[in-house]
C-alpha cells in the first residue's frame, strides 16, 4: 500500500502518497469548512488574496520568481464544494530532488512555501493588504456576473441551487455579488482568523518524499496552528427526497435549450455509492448508456444526454443539451429511461460496459498525481478508506437485483430547463 496518513496535530492530518513513478512531487493543502450563506463569499476571497503574498514573500511577482528559480515549480489554488463543505484548495508541484543536477532539498523549500501562503498571509495596519482584497473582490465579482456565459453549467447550477434551495450545497462556490462591498481587509482578516483555527486541515504529499514528516513537524507555520475538532462535514449528508417534483422554466438568449434533471436516490442498500455509481453509468455514464442511445442517438432528441453521480449527496444529475422545441418530447424519453430500468429492464451487456467504464476511470486514478490526491481527500471527507483495488472489487459485486433496488428508489426531484 503506497499511501499512508497520520494525525501531526488534532486536526490536522498527514497524508503521503509514495510513488516513483513521476519526476515531480506534488503537494496539496486543503482546508475544509462548512459552507454557509453567512461566510460562502468570504471564503472565496480568502482562497485568492491568499495566493497575492505572504509576510515573508510579499507579491505574486515575487512568489513566481521564487517559484521560477526552483527549476520551474508551480502553484495553483482554488476552491471547491465537496458535500456541504468549502474546501479551499492549495497545490504546489516541483521536481523530486533526485532529478535536480545537484544536491538540494527543493522538498523541504517546497513544502515551506506553500505553508507559508496558506498560514502567513501578508497581513498590514491588522488586516489583509488592502490592494490585494479589492482587486480580488473585483476578479470574484467578475466570475459570478460571467456564470451566465457558460449555459451548460449555469444550468447545471441553477438546477443544483432549486434542487437545494435553502441549504449549505445550494449555496453558489463564489458567493454572492451583493456580499462583496461589505467585506474589508480587516474583517476579512478576522474570519480568516477565526476559520483557519477551526476548519480541518489535510496536507498532501505525493512523490518521493522520505523526510516531509519531519519538515512539517518542525515548520514554525504547522507549530503556530493550534489544534482542534474540525468543524467539517464528514460522509455524506442526504436530504429527504421530495414529495412532488418541482419544475423550473427560465428564459434567455440561447441557441439551444439545456434541461437538467435531478434524482433523488432514497435507499440504504449495503455499498449503496457503488451500486448507485454503476445505475448511473447505465442511465447516463457513456455512449452504451440509456441516455445516449435513446434520447441522443435513436430519437435525436438532444446534441448532448448524459449523466452523473453526486456522491456527497447520493444524487443524480441528468443533463441534456436539445432543441427547444423538443422539451416534452425529450422529457417524455428520459422518463421512459428511467421507467424502464424500474421495471428490469437490464441486460448482463449493460452492466458490464457500465462496470468496464468506472473501472477504467478507477484505474486512470495513478496516473495524475492530482487525480491520486483527490481521490484519497474525497475517502478522507466520506470517513472511509477503500484502496483503489478495492473500490474495483466492490463495483465488480454489484447485482442486477441491487441494480433494480436502486432503480426503484429513484424519483425526479427537480427539472430545470433553460430556453429562449
Known amino acids: 500500500m503506497n499511501y499512508n496518513k497520520q494525525e501531526i496535530k488534532r486536526g490536522i492530518t498527514l497524508h503521503q502518497i509514495n510513488t516513483n513513478n513521476f519526476k515531480t512531487n506534488l503537494y496539496a493543502i486543503f482546508l475544509a469548512t462548512p459552507i454557509t450563506r453567512e461566510n460562502v463569499t468570504k471564503d472565496a476571497v480568502i ?12 507579491s505574486q511577482e515575487l512568489i513566481s520568481q521564487e517559484l ?31 532529478f535536480l543536477p545537484a544536491k538540494e532539498d527543493l522538498s523541504k523549500k517546497s513544502i515551506e ?34 456564470k451566465i456565459d457558460n449555459k451548460g453549467q449555469y ?50 504529499c505525493s512523490g518521493i518524499t522520505e523526510n516531509i514528516e519531519k519538515d512539517i513537524k518542525e515548520n514554525k507555520n504547522i507549530q503556530k496552528v493550534n489544534e ?3 468543524n467539517c462535514i464528514i460522509g455524506t449528508t442526504v436530504e429527504l427526497p421530495v414529495q412532488e417534483t418541482k419544475t423550473v422554466q427560465e428564459s434567455m438568449q440561447v441557441s439551444q435549450g439545456k434541461l437538467v434533471i435531478s434524482l433523488d436516490v432514497d435507499s440504504k442498500i449495503e455499498n449503496l455509492s457503488y451500486v448507485a455509481s454503476v445505475y448511473n453509468a447505465i442511465l447516463g455514464g457513456g455512449a452504451n448508456s440509456r441516455l445516449f442511445q435513446n434520447v441522443r442517438e435513436k430519437e435525436s432528441l438532444a446534441y448532448t444526454a448524459g449523466s452523473s453521480y453526486l456522491k456527497p449527496k447520493n444524487m443524480i444529475f441528468i443533463r441534456c443539451g436539445i432543441e427547444i422545441q423538443n422539451y416534452n418530447k425529450a422529457l417524455e424519453t428520459v422518463k421512459v429511461q428511467l421507467d424502464d430500468l424500474k421495471n428490469g429492464k437490464i441486460e448482463e451487456e ?39 483495488s478495492d473500490y474495483e472489487n466492490k463495483v465488480n459485486a454489484v447485482t442486477k437485483e ?19
Do not use: W
Not at 482562497?47 to 515573508?56: D, E, I, K, P, Q
Not at 458535500?83 to 492549495?90: L, P, Q
Not at 441491487?402 to 429562449?420: C, G, H, M, P, R
Open 47 to 58: 482562497s485568492a488574496v491568499l495566493r497575492r503574498g505572504t509576510n515573508n514573500i510579499k
Open 350 to 388: 449493460d452492466i458490464e460496459n457500465a462496470k468496464k467504464l468506472i473501472i477504467a476511470s478507477v484505474k486512470s486514478i495513478t496516473s495524475e498525481q492530482d487525480t491520486e490526491i483527490t481521490y484519497y481527500y474525497g475517502q478522507e471527507l466520506a470517513g472511509t478508506l477503500i484502496e483503489i
Open 228 to 230: 482542534r475538532k474540525p
Open 68 to 98: 521560477e528559480s526552483m527549476y520551474g515549480a508551480s502553484f495553483d489554488c482554488g476552491i471547491e464544494k465537496t458535500g456541504d463543505n468549502h474546501v479551499f484548495k492549495f497545490y504546489l508541484e516541483s521536481l523530486s530532488d533526485e
Open 155 to 204: 444550468a447545471y447550477d441553477k438546477c443544483i441551487e432549486e434542487t437545494f434551495n435553502g441549504k449549505p450545497y445550494g449555496l453558489y462556490k463564489y458567493g454572492y455579488i451583493e456580499d462583496l462591498e461589505k467585506i474589508t481587509p480587516q474583517n476579512l482578516y478576522e474570519y480568516y482568523k477565526k476559520m483557519i483555527s477551526e476548519c480541518k486541515i489535510d496536507i498532501f
Open 402 to 420: 441491487q441494480i433494480q433496488e436502486i432503480a426503484n428508489s429513484v424519483s425526479i426531484n427537480t427539472i430545470y430547463f433553460l430556453k429562449d
Open 113 to 146: 512555501i506553500l505553508l507559508d501562503i496558506v498560514f502567513n498571509p501578508l497581513i498590514e495596519n491588522g488586516g489583509f493588504k488592502a490592494e490585494y482584497v479589492e482587486g480580488e473582490k473585483n476578479n470574484i465579482k467578475q466570475i459570478i456576473e460571467s
